[in-house]
């Protein structure tokens, strides 16, 4: 079983129960340390899945001339709205999608210049999963960050912020173009020197046997 959901504090419960459940029942693969420790915490053992460059993955083309300066994808809570409704004020071209998956939302991130990532939870976990996708193919990432939550081999692949600096952040990067072009080609460099085959390929690798040596002692 491959969990991507946060399972810390600050989850959905219902959800954490569903995957615990499953859990017990299979072997368990996620993405991040941290719900390792809760899937720990609950008797169950998991390994780390790390994010790398899927070459299959960049599959992209991003546009020229994007007609979007922000893109968001996801739920929205109140955090999250607060954050899209200062960027209207700075008369940012916005476009949020919800649900929207496959060629659809893969035309929306053609055409954008910035795609924010933002936390759901105070838990505040990297969303890597979803941002990997987006370094996969250049995209230019303002991510909302906690440096205590993230591996820092990706912190070049974005542009890192605290929450009260996302509008000013994602502004920035709409109005340079070169400061954007340069983000967008650091994303796709930064996931390509970590390649997935290595990562799962040491995942899948079988556990080392323990040796003992005989040594007499006179």
Not at 35 to 53: M, P, S, T, V
Not at 59 to 75: E, M
Not at 110 to 130: D, G, P, T
């Amino acid at each position: 079983m491959f969990n991507t959901e946060q399972l810390i504090s600050g989850g959905a419960n219902h959800v954490c129960d569903k995957i615990l459940a499953m859990a017990r029942n299979f072997e368990v693969w996620d993405y991040h340390p941290e719900n390792i420790d809760f899937f720990r915490q609950h008797g169950i053992h998991a390994k780390l899945f790390e994010i790398g460059y899927q070459k299959e993955l960049q599959h992209i083309p991003l546009s020229p001339q994007p007609d979007i300066d922000v893109l968001f994808f996801g739920s929205i809570n109140q955090r999250r709205a607060d954050v899209l409704n200062a960027l209207l004020k700075r008369d940012v071209k916005l476009e949020y999608l919800i649900n929207v998956f496959g060629q659809r939302r893969n035309e929306m991130i053609a055409r954008a210049k910035v795609v924010l990532n933002m936390h759901y939870y105070e838990s505040k976990i990297f969303e890597i999963i979803r941002c990997s996708y987006l370094m996969n193919n250049g995209v230019a990432i303002v991510s909302e960050c906690d440096d205590s939550h993230i591996h820092p081999r990706y912190l070049p692949a974005i542009v890192p912020a605290r929450y009260d600096e996302l509008v000013d952040k994602c502004v920035q990067l709409v109005r340079d173009d070169d400061l954007r072009r340069a983000q967008q080609q650091r994303a796709l460099a930064t996931l390509q020197q970590y390649p997935q085959t290595e990562f799962t390929r040491a995942l899948l690798a079988p556990p080392k046997k323990r040796q003992f040596t005989l040594s007499v002692s006179i």
